[in-house]
C-alpha cells in the first residue's frame, strides 16, 4: 500500500495521505487529476473494485469533498481518493465509463448535493425524490426542519427529547455526568 | 382537456378554498412529463389521433358522495361489513413488517374476519403502516381511489399522528388526516400486533354504529384533500381521481 | 312431474349445491389454516364475504364485456348444475339431464374460463391479462388428459350419458368405474386435481401471484357472483368425478359425502404440494396423465 502510494505521489502530488490501518489509505488530490488518478489505479494498481463514492458538504470552507473508494481485491487494501470541489455550481468530471454503477452514484448525488456530472447517462433524472423543485436536500444550508414546518402541517403540542438526556435523567437521575467526552465528537 | 385547462381548474378550485395561497403558488411549479403530454399521433392508417395519456386511462371525474342507505337493511350490511374487513395487502412504511405475525399462527387476524386482498379493487380498509414520503403517498392515493366505497383508513405508528421520529424529514409528511381521511389511529413506534388487533376491533366497533363514513367525507371535502396533496406532491402526472 | 315442479327442484337443488360449495370453502381455508397451525376463519365466513360483497356502493365497469366475465362464469356453473342429474335414480333431481349431456357438461367446464377471457380482457389490467393466458394454457392441458378419459368410459359403457354411465355403476363399490376401468379412473382423477384449481395447479387464481390473476378489476357484486359460482363450481366439479367413477349418488346424504371426499382429496394434495410454475403444470399434464389417458383408449380398440 504504502509503497504504491510512494511510487504515484509525485506523478498526482497528493496532498494529506493519511493510513488509518495498513491496508486503508486516504489521500487527497486536486479536481483535474482525479478522474485520471482513479482510471490509473484501476487499470496499473489493480483496484479493480468500485466500493463506493460519497459526498461530504464542507460548507466553512465554502468546498464539496468528493471520495472515491476502490478496492484492490488480489492485494486486499482499500484507498480513498479525495477531491475537494467548489461549492457554488458544483460540478465534476464523470467517471461513469469506468464501472456502471457510476451512473446511479453521480446520479444521487446530483439530486442530494446538486453535483452536476456532464455526460453521464440518466444523470438529470429523478433518484428518489420526484419533482423536488427547493435546493438540494443534503446540502447543510437546506433546512430541513424549517422546510418539514412549512410543508406538512405539523400538529400542535407534539414534544421531543434529545434520547441522551432524556434517557439518563430516567435512568440514573442522581448520578453526575462522569463520562468522558469523546474529542472527535466535539 | 389541455394541462393548461386542468391549470386553470386546479387553480379556481385552490382560490376556493381558504387557506391554500401556498398550494396554488406550489401547483404553478407542476410538470408533466414528456410522455405525459397531450399530443396528436399519426395512426398506422395514416389518420391523426389526439392522445391525452393521463385522461385517456383514467377518468378525472370527482367522487360522489354515496349515501347509506339507512335503517334496517344498513345496519345488517354494517355488520357484514365488520365481520369481513378485507385489508390492501400494500405495505406503505416499516410498521408492514407487523402484518406477516398478525396473519400467521401467533396472531391470526383471520379469525377476526380480517384477510388480505391484493387488488384494491376488492379491498376496503387500507392499513397506512408507518411514516409515509411523499412519493409512497402518491401511490397511496391512488390505491385508496381505486377502493370501492365504503372504506377505511387505519394509521398505523405515531409517525402518521404526528410525524413520529421523522417530524423533521424534508421527504416524510407528518399528519396523515390532511390528506386522506383516517378512521383509527393506532399509535406506538411500532405498535404490537396486539395493538393493531385492538384497532381492528375499534374499527368493527365504529362500522357496526355507522360511524365510519369517512369515504363519504373525502368526496365531501375533496378539493380541500386534493389542495394538500398537490402542494407537496409536485411531480402530479396523474388525473385529479384515478379510478 | 309437471315442468314447472320440475324447475323448483332444481333451483331448491342449487341452492344447496351453492350453501354446500361455501361451506366447503370455508372448511377449505380452515384445514389449510389448520395445516399451517393457525386458527382459521370462522365457518360463516363466505356468507359474510357475499353479503359484504353485495353490500359495496362503488360499482364500475370498463365496458359491456366487463359484465360479461362473472355472467359466463355463472351460466357455466349453473349450467353444468342444470345439466347434471343430481342424484340418480330421482325423478325430482335428475335436474334437466339427457341423452348425450356429457357433451354438454365438458362444454360448460371451458364456457367460464371463457368467459373470464371475455371478462378480464375489457379490464385493461395487464395483471388480468397474464392471469387469463395462463389460465387457459392450463385449462387446454388439463382438457386433454380429462377428454381422453371421459372417451374411454364412452367407449367401456357405448354411451354419451352420465344417467346411464350411472345406472350401470350401480349394485355395490365393485362395480365403480375407478375399479372396473382403473386407468382411466386414475387419468381422470390426476385431471381433477387441475380442474379443481388447488395447489399444486393454482398458479392463475393464487393472491399471492400477481395479484390474483383474471378477477383483478372485479369487485363488489362482480366478486360476490364470482364467488358464488366458485363454490357451486366446486361441488359440481367434484360431483361430475363422482357421478363418472364413484357411482353417483342416490341421496343428498351420499351426495354430500361423496362430493366432499373428491372435493378434499385435492385440497390435501394441495396442502403438501407447493405451487407449479404454468409451464411446469402443462408439462406436468402432457406426462403421466396423457400416457394414462392414450393407454385407457387403446386398452378398449383391441
Excluded at chain 1, 51 to 62: A, H
Excluded at chain 1, 145 to 174: C, H, I, Q, V, W
Excluded at chain 2, 163 to 184: A, E, F, Q
Excluded at chain 3, 38 to 59: C, E, M, S
Aim: net charge neutral.
Amino acid at each position: 500500500m504504502k509503497e504504491i502510494l510512494d511510487r504515484i505521489q509525485s506523478k498526482y502530488n497528493l496532498q494529506d495521505t493519511s493510513f488509518r490501518t495498513d491496508t486503508m489509505a486516504f489521500t487527497t488530490v486536486s479536481k483535474e487529476l482525479a478522474i485520471d488518478m482513479v482510471t490509473y489505479m484501476r487499470d496499473y494498481e489493480g483496484f479493480k473494485h468500485f466500493v463506493m463514492m460519497s459526498c461530504v458538504d464542507w460548507i466553512e470552507d465554502n468546498k464539496l469533498q468528493l471520495l472515491y473508494l476502490l478496492n484492490n481485491p488480489t492485494k486486499k487494501c482499500d484507498i480513498g481518493i479525495k477531491v475537494f470541489i467548489e461549492r457554488e455550481n458544483p460540478s465534476m468530471q464523470s467517471a461513469h465509463h469506468l464501472w456502471k454503477q457510476l451512473w446511479t452514484y453521480q446520479r444521487e448525488l446530483k439530486e442530494a448535493f446538486g453535483i452536476d456530472f456532464p455526460g453521464s447517462p440518466r444523470v438529470d433524472e429523478n433518484f428518489v425524490l420526484e419533482g423536488w423543485t427547493e435546493k438540494p436536500h443534503m446540502l447543510r444550508d437546506f433546512d430541513t426542519n424549517k422546510y418539514a414546518e412549512e410543508t406538512y402541517f405539523p400538529r400542535e403540542g407534539r414534544s421531543t427529547n434529545d434520547p441522551a438526556t432524556y434517557m439518563r435523567a430516567k435512568l440514573y437521575p442522581n448520578q453526575p455526568v462522569t463520562a468522558k467526552k469523546n474529542k472527535d465528537h466535539e | 382537456m389541455s394541462e393548461l385547462d386542468i391549470n386553470d381548474k386546479v387553480n379556481e378550485m385552490l382560490h376556493k378554498s381558504e387557506h391554500n395561497a401556498a398550494a396554488a403558488e406550489c401547483f404553478e411549479k407542476t410538470f408533466v412529463r414528456p410522455e405525459d403530454e397531450e399530443r396528436e399521433v399519426i395512426a398506422p392508417d395514416g389518420s391523426i389521433i389526439k392522445v391525452n395519456p393521463i385522461y385517456d386511462y383514467f377518468s378525472g371525474k370527482k367522487p360522489t358522495e354515496e349515501k347509506p342507505c339507512g335503517g334496517v337493511v344498513e345496519k345488517f350490511l354494517n355488520w357484514a361489513r365488520a365481520e369481513s374487513i378485507w385489508v390492501l395487502g400494500f405495505g406503505t412504511g416499516c410498521g408492514s413488517i407487523e402484518i406477516p405475525p398478525l396473519m400467521t399462527p401467533r396472531f391470526d387476524a383471520f379469525r377476526f374476519g380480517v384477510q388480505m386482498r391484493p387488488t384494491p379493487r376488492q379491498s376496503n380498509a387500507f392499513i397506512i403502516s408507518g411514516y409515509l414520503s411523499v412519493k409512497t403517498l402518491k401511490r397511496v392515493i391512488r390505491s385508496y381511489e381505486q377502493m370501492p366505497s365504503p372504506k377505511y383508513i387505519l394509521a398505523l405508528g405515531s409517525c402518521t399522528i404526528n410525524g413520529g421520529m421523522y417530524y423533521d424529514s424534508y421527504s416524510t409528511i407528518n399528519r396523515l388526516d390532511k390528506y386522506l381521511p383516517v378512521d383509527v389511529y393506532i399509535a406506538g413506534c411500532m405498535p404490537r400486533p396486539e395493538a393493531l388487533l385492538a384497532g381492528f376491533m375499534k374499527l368493527k366497533e365504529l362500522i357496526k354504529a355507522g360511524k365510519a363514513e369517512k369515504a363519504n367525507e373525502y368526496a365531501r371535502n375533496f378539493d380541500e384533500y386534493k389542495a394538500n396533496q398537490k402542494k407537496i406532491i409536485k411531480d402530479w402526472n396523474m388525473p385529479d381521481y384515478n379510478w | 312431474m309437471s315442468i314447472y315442479a320440475k324447475l323448483a327442484y332444481t333451483l331448491l337443488g342449487l341452492f344447496i349445491v351453492l350453501n354446500w360449495g361455501m361451506l366447503m370453502s370455508a372448511t377449505f381455508r380452515k384445514i389449510v389454516a389448520r395445516v399451517a397451525g393457525r386458527h382459521g376463519i370462522p365457518f360463516y365466513q363466505p356468507w359474510i364475504d357475499l353479503i359484504k360483497n353485495a353490500g359495496v356502493r362503488t360499482t364500475l365497469s370498463h365496458g359491456f364485456m366487463f359484465y360479461l366475465g362473472p355472467v359466463f362464469r355463472f351460466t357455466g356453473a349453473v349450467g353444468m348444475f342444470l345439466f347434471m342429474p343430481a342424484l340418480f335414480g330421482s325423478d325430482m333431481w335428475s335436474n334437466f339431464s339427457f341423452q348425450g349431456d356429457l357433451i354438454l357438461l365438458l362444454y360448460f367446464q371451458s364456457f367460464g374460463m371463457l368467459g373470464m377471457a371475455i371478462g378480464a380482457g375489457d379490464g385493461g389490467h395487464p395483471h388480468s391479462t397474464i392471469g387469463i393466458s395462463r389460465g387457459l394454457a392450463q385449462h387446454a392441458a388439463i382438457e386433454l388428459p380429462m377428454i381422453l378419459g371421459v372417451i374411454s368410459l364412452a367407449i367401456q359403457y357405448h354411451t354419451l350419458s352420465l344417467n346411464e354411465i350411472i345406472a350401470a355403476q350401480q349394485g355395490g363399490f365393485q362395480h365403480w368405474t375407478i375399479f372396473t376401468n382403473p386407468i382411466a379412473g386414475i387419468t381422470l382423477l390426476l385431471a381433477a386435481l387441475g380442474a379443481m384449481g388447488h395447489s399444486p395447479f393454482n398458479l392463475v387464481k393464487a393472491p399471492n401471484e400477481i395479484p390474483i390473476g383474471p378477477p383483478t378489476e372485479y369487485h363488489g357484486t362482480y366478486l360476490g357472483v364470482l364467488m358464488s359460482s366458485g363454490a357451486i363450481l366446486h361441488v359440481i366439479e367434484a360431483a361430475l368425478f363422482m357421478n363418472l367413477l364413484f357411482g353417483g349418488a342416490t341421496n343428498w346424504l351420499e351426495y354430500i359425502v361423496k362430493t366432499f371426499l373428491i372435493y378434499f382429496y385435492s385440497v390435501f394434495v394441495g396442502v403438501v404440494f407447493p405451487r407449479f410454475k404454468i409451464e411446469q403444470s402443462v408439462v406436468w399434464f402432457f406426462k403421466i396423465p396423457l400416457a394414462l389417458g392414450i393407454l385407457a383408449i387403446l386398452i378398449y380398440s383391441f
